[in-house]
């Protein structure tokens, strides 16, 4: 299995905060509310449908799943 | 006051006319595939994209389109700032950062449990009543408190605050002279409360505004009016608009009613779905640099209609755009903006319209619309119902 990453694009996030209410697991907020994705971003095989759903409900298409070799 | 109707929505619409009031979504479903962009000559010449696409890249874009005014009026008014939602680059990022802070998630979360109390002793209130008007008699009445608990000003306000809000959004797009005595004595009312606030700090929003600082320097009384004006009016207008919407629905559709009865965990999913399918906001721009969007051009001086609620119903991003699906689990809808002007009080909105249907459906699952009366629907900036009468059982 390839290792997956979430990641939140800092420039194209604005705020709405859909990924850490979908999957507080892998994203955290900052104090201005913006979001960053929780260490390294390691997805685990088992949030790996959460990652996407947040994916899914970014209005901004701030988040990114990518395979790490 | 009477308007010209209607004949040709592509080239001569009016976001005024009591069809769009009415019922703007078919109206919208024929443009976005007969002519994405519209235009109309009325309010000296705006332009109405429908398709998301569109929506977005209007947007996004900085360059062409400003928020220098973010209302389309039948006449210029003054320019009257309110930022960070009037401020362009470069001035856009520090106002709006200064506000931020106080509407994060976990912000909000401190005001769930007053903003549940208001909500149970609302609906308490209709104990042994047959019906209410859902929209003016809860959904009215959460929003102005909640906002003026954060604020700092009493609950009871709220008359003075709607009436504000409805001279401001409503009736001043065609009347300057009402826009600018509200404006004027909104002011005034502020500039009241700062003064208080000078000799007595409180734990409040118009207190920690007053003391903040862009650059290591104090904002400006403008600025701070501005800000405090931006809190009010768009803090409660939009969420009562929404939360009528969600009643609006629950009351015609019985099955979604009872499955947020039996399932309330699915209620934060069923809220997205409500913003995405009835958005109540819908921004404007004016076009400051000729540019094409669309294949559509847009010339310099003319507005922008950015109509959220119309990229919301876009078929293309969204399947069965026209249904409303409570289950609906992938929602990148767009009802509180795109790109840097994102509604500072997204968290703050759907909390309070959490709390709302969870208080509402925990005491009264079943309701329907009063067959004898009739919904009244708000026109202009804010889109949400303002009489809704509805009967319990």
């Known amino acids: ?69 | 006051m009477t308007r010209p109707p209607v004949n040709d929505w592509s080239t001569d619409f009016d976001h005024l006319d009591p069809r769009w009031v009415e019922n703007p979504y078919p109206i919208w479903d024929e443009l976005r595939e007969k002519c994405p962009v519209a235009h109309t000559e009325r309010f000296r010449g705006v332009y109405f994209p429908s398709r998301y696409e569109d929506v977005r890249a209007v947007a996004y874009d900085t360059e062409h389109f400003s928020s220098r005014r973010i209302i389309v009026r039948e006449t210029p008014p003054p320019r009257i700032p309110a930022p960070p939602i009037t401020s362009d680059p470069p001035e856009h990022r520090p106002a709006k950062n200064l506000l931020l802070p106080a509407f994060t998630p976990d912000a909000i979360k401190q005001h769930e449990p007053r903003t549940r109390e208001i909500c149970a002793r609302l609906v308490e209130g209709f104990a042994g009543k047959s019906g209410c008007d859902a929209a003016a008699d809860y959904a009215q009445e959460i929003p102005v408190r909640v906002i003026a608990v954060m604020l700092g000003l009493p609950e009871e306000e709220g008359d003075r605050f709607r009436k504000w809000i409805h001279e401001i959004l409503e009736l001043g797009i065609t009347r300057p002279d009402i826009l600018m005595k509200a404006m004027g004595e909104t002011s005034a009312y502020f500039q009241v409360e700062i003064e208080k606030r000078k000799s007595v700090p409180r734990d409040d929003l118009i207190t920690q505004l007053s003391r903040a600082t862009i650059d290591g320097q104090p904002i400006s009384e403008d600025h701070l009016l501005g800000a405090l004006r931006l809190i009010l009016i768009a803090g409660i207008d939009t969420t009562w608009s929404a939360i009528g919407s969600c009643f609006w629905h629950l009351a015609q559709h019985p099955e979604d009613r009872q499955r947020l009865v039996k399932e309330p965990a699915l209620i934060p999913t069923a809220v997205e779905e409500f913003l995405r399918a009835y958005a109540p906001v819908t921004m404007a721009r004016e076009v400051i640099k000729d540019v094409e969007i669309g294949g559509c051009p847009f010339k310099s001086g003319e507005m922008v209609l950015l109509s959220f609620p119309a990229a919301n119903r876009d078929p293309r991003v969204f399947p069965n755009a026209d249904r409303v699906m409570i289950g609906r689990k992938e929602n990148r809808h767009a009802a509180f903006g795109l790109g840097i002007h994102r509604c500072i009080g997204s968290n703050l909105a759907r909390m309070e319209i959490t709390v709302a249907l969870q208080e509402w459906l925990k005491r009264i699952p079943e309701f329907r619309l009063d067959p004898a009366a009739k919904v009244t629907w708000s026109e202009g900036t804010v889109r949400g119902p303002r009489k809704l009468p509805v009967l319990f059982g």
């Open chain 1, 1 to 69: 299995m390839p290792t997956l990453k979430v990641k939140v694009d800092r420039d194209k996030c604005q705020g709405h905060a859909r990924c850490a209410a979908l999957a507080p697991e892998l994203f955290e907020l900052d104090e201005l509310g913006n979001a960053r994705e929780k260490g390294d971003g390691t997805l685990p095989n088992a949030l790996v449908e959460k990652a996407w759903l947040a994916r899914a409900n970014c209005p901004e298409e701030a988040i990114e799943v990518e395979e790490k070799a």
